[in-house]
């Protein structure tokens, strides 16, 4: 079986020797004050659940849950049980894709069964931590729900912060150009991962707000306000995660207008050679006609009024183009 640990804790502190899972049913009315069991299972087998539920008395539709690892965030209540189930998320190694995850909670009066689903992240660090804070522990396993949770939403912030320095660096690019193909690609995939990001997770602010404000039987109130800082911290990456998809939408858009700005000052300027350079075409277009009746054709001085005219209005129209900033 994939354990990742069984202990069972009291008054904060662990049993020398693992929990054995036999599958046989745990009275919870037997066991001591202030002692609760906490099971960590990775990616186990339905038999594997089915042994583990009838140990500690979960309910079938809850194991097919934490079994299904396309669940979206919710909290449920079988009996005296609550059954929480949770979304990890993580950065793909070397890419701009997000890996979810699935961490699945059987939360009992004297227990907490905890089952992860593809999550990378394992809760050996946090049991660690945990065992060091016996005060915080010896609250019981409705802690270690708030722990976990908190430990999960935690996970959210270094996507934040990756999608944030990817989207200040294509901000600060646009700006001096517009961005090619494949930068616009990229920050389409980016949207559509944040669309998928709360779709997927933004489910947990309803369930972090039913643990901090809905009367449920195994969570004791007063260890409600731990539960408000979970969604506290939900809150602040999802509005982190809004706040990232209006810039990258925000920065096409200020991008196409800079672009269309430099299109149009390239316009204005080949508009004003485009006028200047037809004053000389058209005059020698008039004196290239074949005509003998042309106005100061056997002139001696005509060939240098002609030049000395198309140099006054080219000279003109350059000092005007140039006062009103089109050249």
């Known amino acids: 079986m994939p354990i990742i640990a069984a202990r069972r804790y009291t008054e904060g502190k662990p049993e020398p020797a693992d929990l054995a899972l036999t599958g046989d049913p745990v009275i919870e009315e037997a066991l001591p004050r202030g002692c609760f069991d906490w099971i960590g299972l990775c990616d186990p087998t339905a038999e594997e659940m089915a042994r583990v539920g009838r140990q500690f008395g979960l309910h079938p539709l809850a194991i097919e849950d934490a079994l299904n690892p396309r669940q979206l965030p919710k909290v449920d209540l079988y009996g005296q049980q609550l059954f929480v189930v949770a979304r990890t998320a993580m950065m793909d190694p070397g890419g701009d894709t997000i ?26 660090d946090l049991r660690r931590a945990l065992e060091a804070d016996t005060e915080h522990l010896a609250e019981g396993a409705d802690y270690v729900l708030h722990a976990v949770l908190d430990f999960i939403v935690d996970g959210y ?6 999608f944030e320095e990817v989207a200040h660096a294509i901000e600060e690019a646009a700006i001096d150009q517009f961005p090619d193909p494949i930068t616009i690609r990229r920050i389409f995939r980016l949207r559509r991962e944040l669309r998928r990001f709360e779709r997927i997770i933004g489910p947990m602010e309803e369930l972090t707000l039913r643990l901090a404000e809905a009367d449920l039987p195994v969570i004791d109130p007063s260890a409600r306000i731990w539960f408000r800082d979970v969604l506290d911290h939900v809150r602040r990456a999802m509005a982190r995660m809004q706040s990232l998809k209006e810039t990258l939408a925000a920065t096409v858009e200020t991008a196409g207008l800079l672009e269309q700005h430099r299109q149009g000052v ?62």
């Open 99 to 124: 890996t979810y995850g699935q961490t699945s909670m059987f939360l009992g009066a004297r227990f907490i069964v905890t089952v992860r689903m593809g999550s990378a992240r394992a809760h050996a």
């Open 157 to 162: 912030l270094p996507i934040a912060d990756q």
């Open 266 to 327: 390239i316009t204005r300027q080949l508009a004003a050679w485009a006028a200047i350079l037809a004053v000389p075409t058209a005059i020698a277009g008039i004196y290239g006609m074949n005509f003998d009746n042309i106005p100061e054709l056997h002139w001696r001085w005509g060939y240098p009024m002609v030049w000395g005219l198309i140099a006054m209005i080219c000279g003109g129209l350059l000092w005007r183009f140039r006062r009103i900033g089109w050249l």
